[in-house]
């Protein structure tokens, strides 16, 4: 390090929007996004949504040759969809599946099935030990009335202290991936206030918006300080963009020059210091082509690293009351999530009940006819036959339901208590 004291390190981050037979020109898509890895010397790569480990295997020989080390993440029915690419030895990796990740009788939005997760991997990058997080938060359907808010606020508390209790032994911490959360959004404001995690675009110093994932760009160079607006669109780090020919129009009614969702953070840790040089995004389609990477806009920051003097003190921004605030917001909106779900448990252990009080007399009447009760009259078996198999139906059903949102009580519960000690010990400090 005292031959280098300051090391650069090229990340790439997207969402690749990868699905099986429902996204649209994804093997295409797919082949672009390794052509373009294959020509950018970027030394960590971060993708999202890669659901079929076909893609993931193909796109492995391809850049075998660039960046030899990788991993697949594997979680619920289909997969996270998570992998990484590295140029550098990965030494250990872990997976956390997030313990609530929406419903699953929401079969249009899948999230649950996906089982989202953060990956995380320690990798030695010349003298510095390096912790690389690769995430994905559950997807906001409606702003609006945003039933997954909960469940979000959940990710990204369970993330924030995962990263705190297994960021301690590494130099460097870096989290990339879509948060599916606005940069104002009390859920990014979480997790940034309790990691100390700093945002790659907020710190960067140049800011520049690509045309093809990596080279041959417009830079503008901007101050530290100077103030962004989401109003001006892709200029401002957006991610989804209108201009995508791939984007939901109707999710950026509110925001017509786009939003920013997918996010490169970091922190130092010890004795180095981490100063975000470059930022830049995609925009449009790849030249040549009449076809985009992805939905959304890749994320690419140049990071320099440099080791300092003395350790540094862990400045987390734990201190203060602005940190308060923010976890008082988060802990509202859990409970207020908490009492929907006891009102769901409630509903489905009510329909268990009166399924299985049918069926109780449904049983009584069939003991009736056998003791001859009924004589004269005929027994109407198809009749009974079939309210018998929607009674047993709606009992396992409801049952079903009521043990998920058991659950789900049991999960917002004890995140609304780890969240009220927080804020207690927050406001306890002088």
Known sequence: ?????TLRLRVFDLNCWAIRYLSKRRQER??????MLQQEGFDLVLLQEVWSEQDYSDLKVKLGGYYPF???FRSGVIGSGLCVFSRFPILDTLLYQYSLNGYPYMLQHGDWFCG???GLQVS????????LGSHQLHAEYCREKDAYLPHRLVQAWELAQFIRHTSKAADVVLLGGDLNMHPEDVGIRLLRGWTGLRDAFAEATHFEVSSRGGAGSQGTPRA?????????????????????????????????LGIRIDYILYKAISSFMVKCEELKTTTGAVPGMDVPFSDHEAVMATLHIQRQGEAASATLSTAGPMLADVVMEARTEVGVGLRVAQQQRYSSGRMAILALLLLLLQAAAALGALAGLDAGQPFPKLSFCLLAFLAIGILLLATGLYLFHTMEV?????????MRMVL???QERP
């Not at 797919?30 to 052509?35: P, Q, T």
């Not at 669109?233 to 925001?255: I, R």
């Not at 049991?410 to 780890?418: D, I, R, S, Y």
């Open 1 to 5: 390090m005292e031959d280098d004291p």
């Open 410 to 418: 049991k999960m917002l519960h004890g995140t609304e208590e780890q």
């Open 424 to 426: 207690q010990v927050l």
């Open 70 to 72: 990788s991993h697949y």
């Open 224 to 256: 530290s300080h100077q103030p962004r607006h989401l109003s001006q669109g892709c200029e401002d780090g957006c991610t989804l963009v209108p201009n995508n020919c791939f984007t939901d129009k109707s999710e950026l009614l509110p925001f017509p």
């Open 30 to 35: 797919v082949r672009l996004i390794g052509d």
């Open 116 to 118: 989202k997760s953060v």
């Open 124 to 131: 030695m990058w010349k003298s510095a030990s390096l912790l």
